[in-house]
């Protein structure tokens, strides 16, 4: 498929995540109901995945690929630290390869250090068996992915319901063609800054406005832009997404991303009248949810597992 097809499908795709990672959680969280036939191969793999409220009791490992995958031996990041705060916890979404639990942590101890940011108000990282979610994302399903919300960790917790409803910091402009000045900060970019030029940092994915104002401010060492790619839906938030663990054959990483510090034309057709104001197209087949059968065969033995 043609780059620009794809992008223009890719927006089409991310336009609603905003209202998405900004859905207000809820204090009262109540378990989903059983499946009437969960060995049904019709089931969708998301119900199932959805349903599994604690990890596989197996050897860490990630499998299969950052969109169609699960993770073994998933850790959760535990709710409070001293320099990070999860957020939503009603979505048990606090999960990840044990490698993104210790990335997290050792990026939020220095990150007022090395940042000038206080600490980490994490969002959505994986469930706790990973897989595909019910609401919310394509991705985050190999526990290497996880949200950093663009707004500093306040100098004191947060109440349960602070952390279910309050909105994370929208630093892009109404208009969508670069930041919101008034509270973009130099502390935005040392954060993602740091964050990229970590070696098991695969990519960064942030709207292209932030990314406009990154190539904009970044200087004369821009290196690190190579792992920051623009894509709608990220106003609130970054994205982090570590590379697959040595070790773990069945997890399947991206290609590397493309050359140069992506600030020239590439980055100028994220804001063309296309991509910002697509014209509507007529509503297709929706595609059939994806089945078991359509994620690894380990990824079964995850599910199952005690």
Not at 235 to 261: E, M, T, V, W
Request: glycine share 8%; net charge positive; proline share 12%.
């Amino acid at each position: 498929m043609p780059i620009r097809r794809t992008a223009v499908l890719t927006v089409l795709l991310t336009l609603a995540a905003p209202a998405l990672a900004q859905d207000r959680g809820t204090l009262h969280p109540k378990p989903l109901p059983p499946l009437a036939n969960p060995d049904d191969p019709s089931t969708p793999a998301k119900a199932l995945f959805g349903r599994a409220t604690t990890p596989a009791a197996l050897p860490p490992q990630a499998i299969g690929g950052y969109a169609r995958g699960c993770v073994a031996g998933a850790e959760a990041l535990p709710i409070d630290g001293d320099t990070w705060q999860v957020m939503r916890l009603s979505r048990n979404r606090n999960w990840g390869h044990p490698r993104l639990v210790a990335f997290l942590e050792k990026i939020a101890a220095e990150a007022p250090r090395r940042a000038g940011w206080p600490g980490l108000l994490v969002g959505d990282m994986s469930q706790p068996r990973g897989g595909p979610m019910l609401t919310g994302h394509a991705s985050h399903q190999l526990g290497l992915d996880a949200d950093i919300w663009l707004t500093p960790m306040p100098d004191r917790r947060l109440t349960r319901a602070e952390r279910e409803e309050m909105s994370a910091t929208n630093v892009v402009r109404s208009d969508r063609r670069d930041i919101d000045p008034s509270v973009w900060r130099p502390e935005h970019l040392r954060l993602i800054k740091m964050v990229s030029r970590e070696p098991e940092v695969a990519r960064i994915f942030v709207n292209p406005a932030i990314k406009l104002a990154l190539c904009r401010e970044a200087g004369s060492d821009r290196s690190w832009l190579t792992k920051v790619r623009p894509i709608y839906g990220h106003n609130y938030h970054f994205h982090i997404r570590l590379d697959c663990p040595a070790g773990d054959a069945a997890c399947h990483n991206q290609d590397p991303p493309p050359s140069g510090d992506g600030c020239g034309p590439e980055l100028d057709y994220w804001f063309s009248d296309a991509i910002l104001n697509p014209k509507p197209r007529p509503p297709g087949k929706p595609r059939p949810p994806m089945t078991l059968a359509g994620l690894p065969d380990a990824c079964r033995t995850v599910l199952k597992a005690r």
